[in-house]
């Protein structure tokens, strides 16, 4: 039974705050608006998105290369890019009420979502959503620098590092994952849209005559990874942009769309860039951005196929998909049917009672098993009551270590979907939990 669309986002909300997965940033002096901390387990939900992620972006992939760069980034870069110029949303404020607002994302441009006024809106003004700061002690425009608003700019800068050192060519990627910042005019929607957030983004540099042929194989590649992570088909969908829409630096893009509670919104777009990213920086810099195939002598500029994702909105999206409820005698059981591979805890063990004969072996049996998989402990509360709060996290598999455990070296397993119990010798555990556990 899984809530309608209008409880939804406040039942994933609320369990987030309940149980540690995401508080509000600054909240003891009054929360920092839109901007968020992951507790305990969100850092463990967040963590496990972006393991899947490089998984299988670069892992399980012999063209893909990992990069980190940094944060701080010189105009420099932000001037080739184009986004000094162009990374802007129309903003419009309310004359009456003095809310402002993205023109672009307004249901009807002559009222005011805010006071609900007609007419006073005003022109837009164009709002660049790049945070500037200063490098060092001396406030002054030589000393400006910019947070970054995308991970891509990184990997374009860094093509010849990398193509020099890792003997990777055309067809052949960079990925990275790390924090970027935007002024968003309208942050919302809980994790959706913030200032802070995470990206998983991949730049897969292509010879120009194939970057059709890449753009259609990562489009489908990256729908199929949210399918195989368990959101729902009827959930998921990759939509084209039309022509209106494509950035200035696109030829094509599709968005892979979830279906949040408030209708179809973008988790991930799919670009192909073309060859502009590494022709500006070549302009720009005076450093030539090629490929030089050394079998055929060919020299050429790569095209681009960018699968930009969002880490902190797509684990939400992995959220809203998991929360179920159901009635198990006579009451509602909140369990989040998350995979096996994004479930922050992936056991938890549960000696049935705080006495001391219990919670040794119930010790042994966590160190046993904390190696291989992350693992919750917890010995208070009633049993069943300790159930409930694992399903609401997402626990695929409790342990319980109980009294007859000290006669038979055996301890109760229950599976998270079913409640099914089994018994399990300890010395086999680890082997029935790895055969289980989706990997
Ligand atoms: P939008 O049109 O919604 O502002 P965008 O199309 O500019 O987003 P991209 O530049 O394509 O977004 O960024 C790639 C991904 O990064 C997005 O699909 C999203 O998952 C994530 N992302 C972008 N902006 C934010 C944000 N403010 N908060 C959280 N995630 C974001």
Redesign the pocket.
Known sequence: MVPNDETLFDKVVNLSKRRGFVFQSAEIYGGFRSTYDYGPIGVLLLRAVKDQWWRSMVQLRHDVVGLDASILSPPAIWEASGHLANFTDPLVDCRDCGARHRQDRLDNPEVCPACGTKGELTEARQFNLMFKTHAGPVVESAAEVYLRP?TAQGMFVNFANVVNTSRKRPPFGIAQVGKSF?N?IT?GNFV????E?E?MEMEYFVPPDQSEEWFRYWCEARRDWYLDLGIPSDRLRLRDHGADELSHYSAATADVEFLFPWGWD????IANRTDFDLKQHAEASGNRLEYNDPGSGERYVPHVIEP???A???AMAFLMAAYDEEEVRGETRTVLRLDHRLAPYKVAVLPLSKKDELIEPSRVVLGALQPHWMCDYDQTQAIGRRYRRQDEIGTPFCVTIDFDTLEDRAVTVRERDSMDQERVAIDDLVDHLSGRLAH
Do not use: D, I, M
């Not at 959706?192 to 200032?195: E, L, V």
């Not at 973008?266 to 777009?269: D, K």
């Open positions: 995308e935007r968003e942050p959706f849209r913030t200032r957030f990206q973008e988790l991930e777009g930009a994702a969002g902190t909105r797509t």
